[in-house]
DNA sequence: GGTCCACAGGAAAGATAGGGTC
DNA sequence: GACCCTATCTTTCCTGTGGACC
């Protein structure tokens, strides 16, 4: 059934990028000066996951890269590159100086000072999930870097400006702002018919699958292409020559479950046995967990610490809080 | 309304690990 | 191999917040 997986796959970028196209046309704008040797605007993109926000991001860089194959560009996940040196590390690895970073030799201000050495030409970079950047304060560091040109991906915007100190704030608020808003149910089918095309064996799958996997994933066009590529895997595995809403049903637990599997493979012994505990329960408080958790080790961790490793396993989505102080409680995420 | 206390999260210091220099 | 420099992770300390209880 599956002819081509990589349109599947979650960083394909499509040949065109369907629904939207203002917000494209906006990026090209502003980044279209650095073609006459002008200066390109800094951007900002934020909306809900699954709308498409970095796909039209690497979508414009590579569309720019077709027609100035000169002009460097960087793609950084702030979530993964999360402090000021691992960013810096991945900017010079853009521009193919990777070698040039002696492991931890080098300090972070003097790697900064490499960088502006290095920039002799406008280079074009993506932050994605820059809310999560630990140490925010590079975004002025570039800001001063005059051939920098900044594309900011972040979920809220809110969350992207309290963090920030007034000089980067006041210097962007003048950024020209994309948000993208949750993609219809007629949106996604169309969407998942182009990938079907690419990916799959002719009448692999019809208009009312479709229809059916769009209802489901709720205007999130990663869950959608999830549950297609989950039903297409488990249609081979299983024999089918077609996709039916049977296969689907069926396949949306396990796509549910990759995701979350992938996600668990990312922590540690320690996260993971606050995991199970949480898991033991329909929802614990905090001291419980602690205690639990303390009970079980060895060499268990301070609060403190306990307290960064919950507070990014929420952000992972594999569990949620509710209540506030004395009230809250922490539980499993079962919604994705 | 006042007090208690669980809880969150920032800041700074300490511990650890990787790699370079002599 | 000892020492130095660095980033990263963890711990300690502290303050602010807000729910529970009287």
Request: net charge negative.
């Amino acid at each position: 059934m599956i002819e081509d997986g990589r349109a599947l796959k979650d960083d394909f970028i499509p040949l065109e990028v369907e629904f939207r196209n203002q917000e494209l046309n906006r990026l090209s704008e502003a980044l279209a000066p650095c073609l006459e040797g002008g200066t390109p605007e800094n951007t900002v993109i934020y909306g809900p996951t699954g709308t498409g926000k970095t796909c039209i991001a690497k979508y414009t860089l590579n569309q720019l890269q077709d027609e100035a194959p000169d002009i460097p560009t960087q793609y950084i996940n702030c979530w993964q590159d999360y402090n000021k040196y691992r960013t810096v590390e991945r900017l010079m690895e853009g521009l193919g100086e990777g070698d040039a970073i002696q492991s931890r030799w080098m300090a972070k201000d003097e790697l900064i000072v490499r960088l502006r050495e290095e920039l002799d030409r406008p280079y074009i970079v993506i932050l994605d999930e820059i809310d999560q950047h630990q140490e925010p304060e590079i975004l002025y560091d570039l800001y001063t870097l005059p051939e920098v040109t900044m594309i900011l991906i972040t979920n809220r915007e809110t969350q992207l400006f309290h963090r920030l100190d007034d000089r980067v704030t006041s210097r962007l608020r003048g950024a020209p702002r994309l948000k993208l808003t949750k993609y219809s149910s007629a949106e996604l089918v169309s969407i998942l018919e182009t990938r079907a095309r690419w990916a799959l064996s002719p009448d692999a799958i019809g208009d009312t699958e479709l229809e059916f996997i769009a209802e489901n994933a709720a205007g999130d066009a990663r869950v959608a292409i999830s549950v297609l590529r989950s039903a297409a895997t488990y249609g081979d595995r299983t024999g089918a020559e077609r996709i039916t809403e049977r296969l689907i049903e069926e396949a949306i637990p396990g796509a549910r479950e990759e995701l979350r599997q992938q996600t668990l493979e990312k922590l540690d012994g320690h996260q993971l046995r606050l995991y199970n505990i949480i898991q033991e329960h329909d929802e614990i408080k905090p001291g419980d967990l602690y205690a639990a958790y303390e009970e079980r080790s060895e060499d268990p961790m301070t609060r403190r610490t306990i307290r960064n490793y919950l507070n990014k396993m929420e952000h992972y989505r594999l569990i949620e809080s509710s209540g506030r102080s004395r009230a809250k409680v922490y539980s499993l995420v079962t919604d994705e």
